[in-house]
């Protein structure tokens, strides 16, 4: 059930987490992950392998549960929801392996994402304008498909019906440049539509113009939270908080 | 909404040549190959017609007892040692209205043959599907994800139901009548072929045709053919797994059910052990065709059969090993079974 939470209103977080522990059998992973998405933004959550980034992820997603703390969406808390109410109360997710039903044509991969019903076939025209690749592979297995081709099937499952907010967990990882400029498109167009997006990348240089928000993490815990554009323009905060690593993917 | 297509994005990726579908047509060709090689060697046209639709009726008969437990263990990474307990209770439930029928058996009629018949495979399937459900939810959901647990309780699961069925029907053996209509063998040429078998070719084939239109051509077909292949990520899309596997081990419940009761008119007698004693050839099957697969454990099922039969005829000891034989030729030629999990 989920609980509205008191004096929730328009100009509220659509995501807030607050406090957020999680541990993975006996491993401590998040230790107390405070952090917030306003509506609409692009925000973007920067840091080191293993710093806890898609944790973060999985744990809003419920597909890891929350030892502590708390996780506000829309005004309501998800904390300790199952994962289909999560996904059911308007969050897509990507995961960083993609997930892609490799068995499964393109098509059908879309059609298993519209969750309530044939999918809007204006909406999918959208989605190939950003994507071109899918409707040339629409009847062919996902599993056949380029690592950069498979990328654009999970982010056009994530779309294929409106969500009010979208997790995408490094997207560029491994990607060819023309797919990565493919996603920048994307992702601008996706803001413009107001789409909320929280995005995980190791990539400075993908994320530096399209983030509105940045929070950068740190052995579990946001260690920095502030504005893109502060962070863009400041070589020695983006020393101090991403230090070798952010060097190691300029 | 209208369909803008952003002027920055490259046309790198539509250009890209088509990728090749391999079909994999392989396992296919087993089924045939191994029934034209087998015509020299038995020598009579007659006898391999008979030994072939032999070994097809019974193919198709385990290919019905195991296909639901390839999709339980492809689905939902559960080992079910207890799926013998409804081909036993499926049975023994259809000895309810087959034996206070026996007149409607006994009488030359193909309708009332088949009503009767009918209508003790709907009890036994409606019953394990039931059964099934409980099971799943008694004895399944407390173990998922603990694979040791899983064999023990459902071992444990099977025993039980053994026990019960003495309870209820007794320890002696329970003789079935065959219906009258379904006795007896029809001549093609010098080939008997008996008329059960032509109606167990039938039953698994109309069996294996829809569950492949259900995989193929529905939404619930999809959520089952991903679910195999990522449950996590069905999650993630909204779908309450939970449910669908539910779905799923009632349904290869009461398909065992259907497969029990097919298998006991086959034999003509019922014990509470059957279950138990065609388990070995279920798993031969579900691991030949590679774990989540309903087309592998098809084609499996078929080769098992057919092999059993035709080294019954040609070298009948080594028929006792033919069967391990197959599964290790198999799995030496493709370790994950004819087909990798989630293709179906």
Redesign the interface.
């Known amino acids: 059930m989920l609980r509205p939470e008191p004096g929730a209103g328009a100009t509220a977080p659509l995501l807030r987490l607050a406090g957020v522990h999680t541990h993975i059998g006996q491993y401590h992973i998040l230790h107390g992950v405070d952090l917030q998405v306003a509506r609409g933004e692009l925000a973007v959550l920067l840091g080191r392998n293993g710093a806890g980034k898609s944790t973060t992820l999985r744990t809003i997603?419920g597909?890891w549960k929350a030892s502590a703390g708390s996780i506000h969406f829309d005004g309501r808390d998800i904390t300790g929801l199952?994962?289909?109410d999560i996904?059911?109360a308007g969050i897509a997710?990507v995961?960083e392996n993609m997930?892609v039903?490799?068995?499964?044509t393109v098509r059908?991969n879309l059609?298993?994402?519209a969750?309530n019903g044939p999918f809007?076939r204006?909406?999918v025209?959208?989605i190939c304008?950003?994507?071109?690749?899918l409707r040339?592979?629409w009847d062919?297995?996902a599993g056949?498909?380029?690592g950069?081709?498979k990328q654009?099937v999970a982010i056009a499952?994530a779309l294929v019906e409106p969500r009010q907010l979208l997790l995408v967990d490094e997207p560029t990882k491994g990607l060819?440049p023309?797919?990565v400029?493919?996603l920048?498109?994307?992702f601008?167009?996706l803001r413009e539509r107001e789409t909320t997006i929280l995005l995980v990348e190791q990539n400075f240089n993908f994320v530096r113009s399209l983030g509105d928000s940045v929070s950068v993490m740190d052995d579990g815990r946001v260690a920095h939270a502030g504005g893109m554009a502060a962070l863009a323009q400041d070589a020695a905060l983006q020393q101090r908080l991403l230090g070798l690593a952010l060097d190691a993917h300029q | 909404m209208p369909a803008t297509i952003p002027a920055a994005i490259p046309a790198t990726a539509a250009q890209a040549p088509l990728p090749t579908v391999r079909r994999d047509i392989a396992p296919l060709l087993l089924v045939p190959a191994l029934m034209l090689a087998m015509l020299p060697l038995v020598g009579s046209f007659p006898t391999w017609v008979t030994l072939t639709v032999a070994g097809l009726a019974m193919g198709m008969m385990i290919f019905i007892m195991a296909s639901g437990l390839t999709l339980v263990f492809g689905l939902m990474s559960v080992l079910n040692f207890g799926h013998g307990a409804f081909v036993s209770v499926g049975a023994f439930t259809a000895t309810l209205v087959l034996l206070p029928m026996r007149g409607w058996l006994e009488v030359d009629s193909l309708l009332l043959n088949l009503g009767v018949l009918a209508l003790a495979v709907l009890l036994a399937m409606v019953v394990t599907f039931l059964l099934g459900w409980a099971f799943e939810r008694v004895i399944i959901m407390p173990v998922y994800g603990q694979h040791l647990k899983q064999i023990l309780i459902t071992m444990g699961g099977m025993i039980v139901a053994e026990q019960l069925i003495h309870v209820i029907w007794g320890a002696d053996t329970i003789a079935v009548p065959l219906p009258t209509a379904l006795r007896g063998a029809i001549l093609f040429g010098d080939a008997a072929i008996e008329k059960y078998r032509l109606v167990a070719v039938a039953v698994g084939a109309v069996v294996f045709v829809a569950m492949f239109l259900i995989l193929n051509r529905t939404k619930l077909g999809l959520l089952i053919r991903a679910g195999v292949e990522n449950g996590e990520m069905v999650e993630a899309l909204g779908y309450r797994i939970r449910r669908l596997f539910v779905i799923v081990f009632a349904a290869g419940s009461s398909l065992a059910g259907l497969g029990g009761v097919m298998w006991g008119l086959y034999k003509e007698t019922l014990a509470a052990s059957m279950g138990a004693e065609i388990m070995v050839m279920i798993f031969i099957v579900v691991i030949i065709g590679g774990l989540g697969s309903v087309g592998g454990c098809f084609i499996g099922a078929l080769l098992m059969a057919l092999v059993a039969n035709y080294t019954g005829f040609l070298t009948p000891k080594f028929a006792l090993v033919s069967n391990i034989v197959l599964m290790i030729a198999i799995l030496l030629w493709r370790p994950c079974g004819l087909y990798a999990r989630g293709r179906v």
């Not at chain 1, 039903?101 to 499964?104: A, D, G, H, N, R």
């Not at chain 1, 304008?129 to 690749?133: D, E, L, T, V």
Request: hydrophobic content about 45%.
């Open positions: 997603m597909l199952a994962t289909p996904a059911r997710y995961p997930a039903f490799s068995e499964l059908e059609v298993l994402a969750r809007d204006e909406r025209d959208w304008g950003f994507f071109p690749a040339k592979f062919y297995p056949n498909l380029s950069g081709q654009m499952r060819a023309s797919i400029q493919s920048i498109a994307a601008r167009e």
